[in-house]
Every structure is written in structure tokens, then in C-alpha cells.
């Protein structure tokens, strides 16, 4: 039977990626569905050629993706980031329910921006919603990206809300609040990674 499936999510700027490294340093595996999402777009020749049917020549130059050029197109619309999601999620699942398969650990972690928006979340067996105030989120993704508030906030504006998020969570969820230092974030983890072995145990 394969591992107990956690899916860790949170807004840009939250922190998801930092509590996924504490607990990788415990040893759980991270399936992180942004940078599948990039390989199987450059590896993959069946989800290559979808891209191309749909968003035109040009997108691949010997094979290589362009990536502004499909960031232009792709999320220019609703509509075209609609498309692009409907193309790489399914590739994404699948790649992921493979790694899944060959996992030995007590329990897995999927990390994923958009585990509510893409429908994701159903699959997990739990989910932990990391949160931060909007106005620390932002000056943290402005100092490590050098992007604009203007741009920071553009993003986030294309993200659902905490509140909403949160609406989605079930009895058995975590929150973790990445509101202070990180010992106290450490701390939340060191409880969070505890349960969910004795859980997966269970």
C-alpha cells in the first residue's frame, strides 16, 4: 500500500516551501507539483505537442520551451490560463500517482500552489494550509524575487484567498500560521510530522 498522501498548500509567500524542507530534513519525500509541472513541459513529448497544438508554433524552439513567450499567451486570459492548466495538471497527476507508487515512507507530501484550484486536494488523504498575514507575505516575496509589490500583489490576485482555502479544509487538516520566527514555525512542524506518523501508523 502506498504512503499516506499529505498535500501542503499556501499563498505565494506563505512559506509551504520551508515547511516542506523541515520536514524532508525528517526524511519525508516532497513531491513539489511547480517543478514537475516544468520538467514534464520539457521532457515530455506528448504534453509538448499539446502545448504547441494549442498555444501555436514558437512556444518550442528546438525543443525548447519558451517560457516567456508561453507566459504571455498562457496567462494572458482566463480563459488561456484555463487551457494551460487543463493540459499540465493531468500530466502532473499522473507523473505524481507513479512517484507515489514507489514511496516506502510512513507518509508523502505533494506541494502545490494551487492544491484547491486545480481540484488536487481531493485526492489527498490530508491537507496542511500554511498562512501568513498578506502584508508579511508580500514584503517576503518581494525580497526574495526583487518582483514589485505591483507584481506581488498582480499574483496573489490570481490565487484564492486564505479564507477560502480554508473553507475547502476538512476535520483531520492542518493549519500552520508562519507568523513569526522560525523556531516557532519549527515547532508547529516538529507537532505536525508527529501526528501525521502516528497516523499513517495507525
Not at 509541472?37 to 501555436?56: D, H, Y
Not at 525548447?64 to 492548466?85: D, M, S
Not at 514507489?102 to 490530508?126: H, K, V
Request: charged residues 25%; proline residues 4%; negative net charge.
Amino acid at each position: 500500500m502506498p504512503p499516506k498522501h499529505i498535500g501542503l498548500t499556501g499563498s505565494i509567500g506563505a512559506g509551504k516551501s520551508t515547511v516542506a524542507s523541515l520536514l524532508a530534513a525528517k526524511g519525508i519525500p516532497v513531491y513539489v507539483a511547480d517543478d514537475a509541472a516544468k520538467r514534464l513541459m520539457s521532457e515530455s513529448p506528448s504534453l509538448q505537442a499539446a502545448i504547441e497544438a494549442t498555444f501555436g508554433p514558437g512556444i518550442y524552439i528546438d525543443g525548447v520551451l519558451q517560457r516567456k513567450e508561453l507566459a504571455a499567451k498562457a496567462f494572458g486570459t482566463p480563459e488561456a490560463t484555463a487551457q494551460i492548466n487543463a493540459l499540465v495538471h493531468p500530466a502532473v497527476h499522473d507523473d505524481f500517482v507513479t512517484w507515489h507508487q514507489a514511496q516506502t515512507s510512513p507518509y508523502i507530501l505533494r506541494e502545490a500552489a494551487i492544491l484547491f484550484e486545480s481540484g488536487t486536494f481531493q485526492t489527498c488523504d490530508a491537507i496542511v494550509l500554511v498562512e501568513a498575514p498578506r502584508d508579511l507575505r508580500v514584503e517576503r516575496v518581494m525580497a526574495r524575487s526583487g518582483m514589485s509589490r505591483e507584481e506581488v500583489e498582480q499574483r496573489m490576485a490570481r490565487q484564492w484567498s486564505d479564507a477560502k482555502k480554508r473553507s475547502y479544509l476538512k476535520e483531520g487538516d492542518f493549519i500552520v500560521e508562519n507568523d513569526g520566527d522560525e523556531a516557532h514555525l519549527a515547532e508547529q512542524v516538529d507537532v505536525l510530522h508527529a501526528e501525521l506518523l502516528k497516523r499513517s501508523q495507525g
